[in-house]
């Protein structure tokens, strides 16, 4: 005989509550006690009771889904599209975000559908799939400066929080970093180490975050007495730093300290070093960016710059069910900071 699913009754017998009380927090009415809701979120997990999306809907109006959006600029072609989620899937950055959401939304019963909108037409669908209550808000993560999207969703009045402050200022709540102490940090760690020739490889400077860490390395540096650190411009993928580090190689043979914007192109670096026969850190110590799964895997690992991108993202997902349920209606800031994480690289 198959066990009869868990009730209401079940999850209000186990929490030792009324089925009214697990009802409120179930439906996310306000105003019920943390300690409460913790209570019945428990009792839910042992019991393994399973609401009624389709009938919580009707009374919430809530689709308890977000939409998690990876945005870029301009209008992609189908190569182009491709080629965009291509690298998304491949930059440790983004299974981070997703780890940090999904562990806000999980156990509020809330899930996240992944959109892309690298064009017009793409974001065109986001916003009809907002505007049509599929899902209750959007969270984006936008990967060019220049993203329309971010506007849109503002002029349009949807729910929705960015991870990374906007080039252009809009009325939405977003989450960073710090990124200029955070470059200051490995400016800082290169010149302790006695590097004097340094240069440093750049994310693409149409992204906000790439142009604050090129800007707080160029003013550590000059404020140490260092008015010019060659530059070369990377994507923020492997390849891109194995390029702009040959490339600086060849202009800089003397090169004893580098500065990469991430950690993949870091791990790029640190291979150009290896072909060309220099020992990293004796002969060219690196610092990366991130702290990402990449810096431990790296040989050697990187002394890094950590993005808690988890936590960021987590707090990303938390102001967005603040603006969805009405507890928070002014946009906010949350702007953490960098922590730099010594290995063996630098």
Do not use: K, W
């Amino acid at each position: 005989m198959s066990r009869q699913a868990p009730t209401l009754e079940d999850v209000a017998r186990e929490a030792g509550v009324s089925r009214a009380t697990v009802s409120r927090v179930i439906n996310g009415v306000r105003n019920v006690d943390p300690a409460i809701q913790d209570l019945v979120r428990r009792a839910i997990e042992r019991t393994g009771y399973a609401p009624n999306r389709a009938a919580r809907s009707l009374v919430t109006r809530r689709a308890e889904t977000v939409a998690l959006v990876v945005s870029g600029a301009g209008e992609a072609s189908d190569d182009e599209q491709n080629a965009f989620a291509t690298r998304v899937f491949a930059d440790p950055f983004f299974g981070r975000v997703v780890s940090g959401v999904v562990g806000y939304l999980r156990p509020r019963s809330m899930h996240p559908v992944l959109m892309f909108a690298e064009s017009a037409a793409a974001r065109e669908q986001v916003l009809g799939y907002l505007r049509q209550g599929s899902a209750d808000g959007a969270l984006v993560v936008s990967t060019h400066a220049d993203d329309p999207l971010p506007a849109l969703l503002a002029d349009a009045g949807l729910p929705a929080v960015l991870f990374a402050r906007p080039s252009r200022p809009v009325p939405l709540s977003f989450v960073d970093l710090a990124h200029r102490d955070g470059a200051r940090l490995a400016a800082e760690r290169l010149l302790e180490r006695g590097c004097r020739r340094i240069v440093t490889v750049t994310g693409p400077l149409g992204v906000s975050a790439s142009q604050d860490r090129l800007a707080g390395f160029r003013e550590t540096m000059a404020r140490r007495g260092h008015p010019y650190v060659p530059v070369a411009e990377g994507g923020f993928t492997l390849d891109s730093g194995m390029a702009a580090m040959t490339g600086l190689l060849g202009e800089h043979p003397d090169v004893d300290g580098v500065f990469a914007a991430n950690d993949l192109m870091a791990q790029g670096v640190c291979q150009v070093l290896r072909e060309h026969g220099r020992r990293v850190p004796e002969d060219v110590a690196v610092v990366g960016f991130d702290d990402s799964s990449v810096a431990v895997t790296c040989r050697p690992p990187l002394t890094t710059v950590r993005q808690p991108v988890e936590e960021m993202a987590a707090a990303m997902a938390r102001l967005l069910d603040e603006h969805i349920r009405g507890t928070r209606e002014e946009p906010t800031s949350l702007i953490f900071d960098p922590e730099l994480v010594v290995r063996a690289s630098g």
